[in-house]
């Protein structure tokens, strides 16, 4: 256990309404990331952080905006959630360990959103 | 746009049979390819990793092949059992980025 939280775990709402999910991390990584997994697509990543105040988009970053203003906590906000953005999303973190590095990001249970 | 691109997208195979899934990647500049298993309702959760300067590694009943020049990666699974059926994920890191891009899956069943 990675000592990653996200909430709210289950969220339904409707078309047009702000969502904003939580991740939480115990274990003082420096690297957070929020995934979306879909049927025939995988995990794709939305966001990533590699330091406080520090972030860059991934591959679906339109319609997601995300900020990170302490180590443990990394947010993601659907501003106007759309029918498209129902999924699980995965926050996970990583840490750098130089040649220790073996390349393993540690995931959280999921957050599923469905938007009506 | 980088990618990750996985086959099969689901197997069957009988308890002891040796599944084997395959990943090809488009740029050569990649640190990390690690192979990641997620049970349902859960989050993916790391099984093995290999680094580009390796051909193959093995850890326990779970091998990684590497082929650079043909920018391919698999994962094998020696005498598999029903505890196995999950999917699995492969996985790279672009050279000095840990954004990791993942490929689409493959849902692995084991009969028994």
């Known amino acids: 256990d990675a000592g990653i939280t996200q909430s709210p775990r289950h969220k339904v709402t409707e078309t047009g309404t702000p969502v904003t999910l939580r991740c939480h991390q115990t274990?003082?990584?420096?690297?957070m990331y929020w995934y979306r997994q879909d049927p025939g697509h995988g995990l794709r990543l939305i966001h990533y952080?590699?330091?406080?105040?520090?972030?860059d988009k991934g591959e679906v970053s339109d319609g997601y905006s995300v900020s990170r203003s302490k180590t443990e906590d990394f947010l993601l906000t659907l501003e106007s959630a759309t029918s498209s953005q129902t999924s699980v999303y995965f926050c996970?973190?990583?840490?750098?360990?130089?040649?220790?590095?073996?390349?393993?990001?540690?995931f959280g249970e999921g957050s599923r959103l469905t938007v009506l | 746009q980088q990618q990750v691109k996985q086959s099969p997208q689901s197997l069957i195979v009988q308890k002891g049979g040796i599944p084997i899934i395959n990943c090809a990647y488009e740029?050569?500049?990649?640190?990390?390819f690690p192979w990641y298993q997620q049970f349902p309702g859960k989050g993916p959760a790391l099984l093995i990793a290999?680094?580009?300067?390796?051909s193959e590694k093995k850890e326990g009943r779970f091998t990684i092949s590497f082929n650079k020049s043909a920018k391919q990666f698999s994962l094998h699974i020696m005498d598999s059992q029903p505890g196995d059926s999950a999917t699995y994920f492969c996985?790279?890191?672009?050279?000095?980025?840990?954004?990791?891009?993942f490929g689409t899956g493959t849902r692995l069943k084991v009969l028994a």
């Open positions: 996970a973190t990583h840490s750098t360990s130089g040649r220790l590095d073996t390349g393993e990001l540690f």
């Open positions: 274990e003082n990584h420096r690297y």
């Open positions: 952080s590699y330091g406080v105040k520090d972030t």
């Open positions: 740029n050569t500049a990649f640190d990390y």
């Open positions: 290999i680094r580009p300067d390796v």
């Open positions: 996985a790279a890191s672009p050279s000095g980025t840990y954004k990791y891009i």
